[in-house]
T-cell receptor, first 114, second 115 residues
Framework: AQSVAQPEDQVNVAEGNPLTVKCTYS??????LFWYVQYPNRGLQFLLK??????LVKGSYGFEAEFNKSQTSFHLKKPSALVSDSALYFC????????????FGKGTRLHILP | ETGVTQSPTHLIKTRGQQVTLRCSSQ?????VSWYQQALGQGPQFIFQ???????GRGNFPPRFSGLQFPNYSSELNVNALELDDSALYLC??????????????FGEGSWLTVV
């Protein structure tokens, strides 16, 4: 079964510093990986996805993610954090079954400290 | 904006009642999925509709049911509400025909509180 794991419940980063939110995956075959962000009392917003090709994927709001097949990881990164980046971040994998549903991690809360 | 709209945004129901949540998909999207997000958890897949038929279902009881209409809008119905049904219900739309790499876009959700 496809799954993703987010090992950190919360990540604290000072504004202006680089940030990393970790994600590892367990899939059969080539993974389709996604990052979504959820601001307080809001729905999910798509940030970026990896399907194939370049291991460094660029997304919205200056975020990027690095696909590492040998380490089965798909960490989310940003060179310089903003206070407005504070939110709940979900790593997800596309199930390749009949319904190609999205399977989410439990989420990582990112706090950017002014 | 994702183009996926949901209604109502908030509602309170009593245990045992029934609720209907509605979703309007992004234009051109033929697949709609529903997810339940309990407080402090990641979203869990409820079911998916493609061309008006259920195309897959997660680990939810039959009292969770749905519909997809010819214009690709959708409804989620929950009967005999239980306190544990209190959650954010998210609708998501996509274009299935383009393969599993296509992006799924989510609405803002409907907050359901069961008392």
């Amino acid at each position: 079964a496809q799954s993703v794991a987010q090992p950190e419940d919360q990540v604290n980063v000072a504004e202006g510093n680089p940030l990393t939110v970790k994600c590892t995956y367990s899939v059969s075959g080539n993974p389709y990986l996604f990052w979504y962000v959820q601001y307080p009392n809001r729905g999910l917003q798509f940030l970026l996805k990896y399907i194939t090709g370049d291991n460094l994927v660029k997304g919205s709001y200056g975020f990027e993610a690095e696909f590492n097949k040998s380490q089965t990881s798909f960490h989310l990164k940003k060179p310089s954090a903003l206070v407005s980046d504070s939110a709940l971040y979900f790593c997800a994998v596309r199930d390749k079954g009949r319904d190609d549903k999205i399977i989410f991690g439990k989420g990582t809360r990112l706090h950017i400290l002014p | 904006e994702t183009g996926v709209t949901q209604s109502p945004t908030h509602l309170i129901k009593t245990r045992g009642q029934q609720v209907t949540l509605r979703c309007s998909s992004q234009s051109g999207h033929n697949t709609v999925s529903w997810y339940q997000q309990a407080l402090g958890q990641g979203p869990q897949f409820i079911f998916q509709y493609y061309r008006e038929e259920e195309n897959g279902r997660g680990n939810f009881p039959p009292r969770f049911s749905g519909l997809q209409f010819p214009n690709y809008s959708s409804e989620l119905n929950v009967n005999a509400l239980e306190l544990d049904d209190s959650a954010l219900y998210l609708c998501a739309s996509s274009v299935r025909d383009r393969g599993s790499g296509n992006t799924i876009y989510f609405g803002e959700g409907s907050w359901l509180t069961v008392v």
